[in-house]
C-alpha cells in the first residue's frame, strides 16, 4: 500500500474538482445567475427587419428593443458558456480516469491528474482575484490528452467564447459617441440600475458588461480561444515573444481624431499630411504585449489538412495563455504523448515580417503606413 497516499491525494483533487464552481476572488462571491441584472425576457431573439438598415435608421421604440437585444444575447450567451464549460469540465474528469495523460509545466504538477485538475481550473477560471489587475492575465502551459467527445465539447466552448466576443463588439458599436443608440443604452441602464455607468463609451463596454453579469468577470479570460488539436501531435513547443500591438485605423477615423486636434500646429500638419496621401487604412501602434506562442507539430491526416498549401510544413501555430488539448492516442498505439519543450528566454527571437514602415508617419501620433499602399511590399 505504498501508494495509498497518493491515491488519496489524487481522489481528493478530483472530488473538489467536482464540486468546484468557477475560481472566484478571496471574498468567496458565488456566481449566482440572480445577481445578473439583464432581464431574462430579452434573452428571447429578436425579429426586426434588419436588411439593409443600421441600428440609426430604426425609429426610438425599435432602437430600444435593439440595444435590449444585445443585453439579453450577452446573458444568454453567458448562461451558455458557463453551462458548457461545466460540460467539458465533467467529459475531462473521465478522460483522467480512463487513463488519458495530462502535464503542465505552469503551475508544475508532479503527476497527471493534478495537471489535468489544473488545466480544467483554466477553463473555468473567469473571474478576478484579490489583487488582480483589470488587464491581468493568469498563464498556463500544459497539455492535455482528451477523447474526440471531450474535443467536440472544447469546440462548442470556442464557438461560444467567439460569439460572446461578437457581442462586445457589436456593444461597443451601439456605445459609439457618434450613435443614434448610445442615448437609448444610457435610458435602459438607468432603468436597469441606479448605479449604472453613467460615461458610457466604446471602451466603456468592459466594466458595464461586469456591472451587468458579474463585478468581478474577468472578460480577457473569459474569451480566450482554447487551443485545440484533433489528432495527437508529434510535438508542442511553447515561447514567451514580445508581440507588437497594434490597430487598423481607417482614414475617416484618423482623419477625425486629428481633426479634434486642428487647434494644435502639429496635428494640423498631420491632418494635411494624411489627407494628401490616398490610403484607405493605416496602423496605429499601441506599445508592446508579452504573448505565449504555441508551436505544435502534427502527424497524419489532420496535419496535411492543416496546411493544404504548404505539405512541407505540417505545423499549428497559437498565441494563447491556456493548455493545449489533443486528440488522445488510439488503443495500443505506439506513442501515448508528443514531445515537449519550452524555448529559453535567451534563445534567438525570430524575426517578424513587418506589414508597415519602420518609421511613424506623422508627429502626434504612433501611426504607420502599410507597405501595400506605398509600394514598399514584397
Known amino acids: 500500500m505504498a501508494n495509498a497516499p497518493r491515491m ?146 472544447l469546440h462548442e466552448l470556442n464557438r461560444l467564447k467567439h460569439e460572446f466576443s461578437d457581442l462586445l463588439v457589436t456593444l461597443r458599436d451601439a456605445l459609439d459617441p457618434l450613435s443614434n443608440t448610445r442615448g437609448d443604452m444610457h435610458d435602459i441602464l438607468g432603468m436597469l440600475s441606479e448605479n449604472a455607468p453613467v460615461n458610457l463609451s466604446r471602451k466603456a463596454a468592459g466594466s458595464l458588461v461586469r456591472h451587468l453579469l458579474h463585478s468581478k468577470l474577468n472578460i480577457r479570460q473569459l474569451v480566450r480561444t482554447i487551443p485545440i488539436v484533433d489528432e495527437l501531435p508529434y510535438s508542442i513547443r511553447w515561447r514567451w ?39 484607405p487604412d493605416f496602423c496605429l501602434k499601441k506599445g508592446q504585449s508579452n504573448d505565449l506562442r504555441i508551436s505544435i507539430k502534427l502527424s497524419g491526416i489532420a496535419g496535411a489538412k492543416a496546411q493544404e498549401n504548404e505539405p512541407s510544413k505540417p505545423y499549428l501555430d497559437f498565441k494563447s495563455r491556456l493548455p493545449v488539448f489533443y486528440e488522445a492516442a488510439p488503443a495500443d498505439y505506439y506513442r501515448k504523448e508528443p514531445t515537449y519543450s519550452m524555448a529559453p528566454a535567451n534563445a534567438p527571437k525570430r524575426k517578424r515580417r513587418g506589414l508597415t514602415e519602420l518609421e511613424p508617419f506623422l508627429m502626434t501620433l504612433p501611426v504607420h503606413r502599410y507597405k501595400k499602399n506605398t509600394g514598399l511590399a514584397e
Open 241 to 279: 515573444i514580445d508581440s507588437p500591438s497594434s490597430v487598423r485605423i481607417d482614414r475617416v477615423k484618423l482623419l477625425d481624431m486629428l481633426e479634434r486636434k486642428y487647434d494644435h500646429p502639429e496635428s494640423r500638419y498631420d491632418f494635411e499630411t494624411v489627407a494628401g496621401v490616398t490610403d
Open 8 to 153: 488519496q491525494s489524487e481522489l481528493k483533487l478530483a472530488g473538489a474538482a467536482l464540486n468546484a464552481e468557477p475560481i472566484l476572488n478571496d471574498d468567496n462571491e458565488a456566481h449566482d445567475p440572480t445577481h445578473c441584472l439583464i432581464p431574462k425576457a430579452w434573452e428571447t431573439p429578436l425579429q426586426m427587419p434588419m436588411d439593409g438598415m443600421s441600428p440609426n435608421d430604426l425609429c426610438k421604440e425599435d432602437r430600444k428593443a435593439y440595444c435590449e437585444q444585445i443585453l439579453g444575447n450577452l446573458s444568454s450567451v453567458f448562461s451558455a458558456l458557463r453551462e458548457q464549460a461545466h460540460v467539458a469540465r465533467a467529459r475531462l474528469l473521465s478522460d483522467g480516469q480512463n487513463g488519458h495523460p495530462a502535464t503542465m509545466e505552469s503551475p508544475k504538477c508532479e503527476i497527471a491528474d493534478e495537471a489535468r485538475l489544473h488545466a480544467i481550473e483554466a477553463l473555468l477560471n473567469w473571474y478576478y482575484r484579490k489583487d488582480q489587475d483589470q488587464k491581468e492575465t493568469v498563464a498556463y502551459i500544459g497539455a492535455v490528452s482528451a477523447s474526440p467527445h471531450t474535443l467536440k465539447a
